[in-house]
């Protein structure tokens, strides 16, 4: 009687399971044809999924909050003005004329003030006298506007020369630069002055 647990033979085992391929001609493809990625055998690497913010659910703003929100983006954008300026203040010339202007006490600076109180003295209803002190002090404010723009000018000139001779500014763009901020209250000149009155430049 056979047994039951007897093993076959092993060449009659591999012969029964081996499969028998044949390999398919290709077929004919077009000219100009271009294989996939699959046909090449390469996959596309997945993204990493490390590192990335987990998409949730994002909760609206509410009025209040979005208000906040512009605010606090204003304030930023304003204090970032206020420390670097803006284009057209970019350049070691236009750093160089806002140094020059900011280390001397300026006529400028009291032009605007000064212009308030002759707007004020001028009036019709103001005795004749003071109408008359108001425009001599509008005469000598801008007499000395005048001077101080020079006395800058030709000290922005000078320095600009000497430090950057190959500079491209034009030196008209930069006087009127200077000028400007010569006219302009220290505390509210954006960038902020970088060297104290009386420093030498």
Partial sequence: MPSLFRRKPADSD??????????????????GYTPSKKELGVQTPKRPGAGRRPAGPTKPLTKEE???QRRKARAEAAAEFRREGGPRDRGPERLLA???VDSRRTVG????GGALIVLI???????????LASNVIWGALALGVVLDSI??????????????????????SLYLYAIMRSI??????????????????
């Fill in 14 to 31: 591999s012969s029964a399971t081996t499969p028998v391929v044949t390999e398919e001609p290709p077929a004919e493809r077009p000219r």
């Fill in 66 to 68: 979005a208000r906040e």
């Fill in 98 to 100: 806002r140094n020059v």
């Fill in 109 to 112: 600076t009291w032009f605007f």
């Fill in 121 to 131: 003295g001028s009036s019709q209803a103001m005795p004749p006298e003071i109408r």
């Fill in 151 to 172: 006395l800058i000018s030709r000290k922005i000139k000078k320095l600009v020369r000497e430090r950057h001779p190959n500079s491209g500014e034009r030196m008209g």
């Fill in 184 to 201: 302009t209250f220290r505390r509210m000149r954006a960038p902020a002055p970088q060297v104290n009155i009386g420093d030498k430049i």
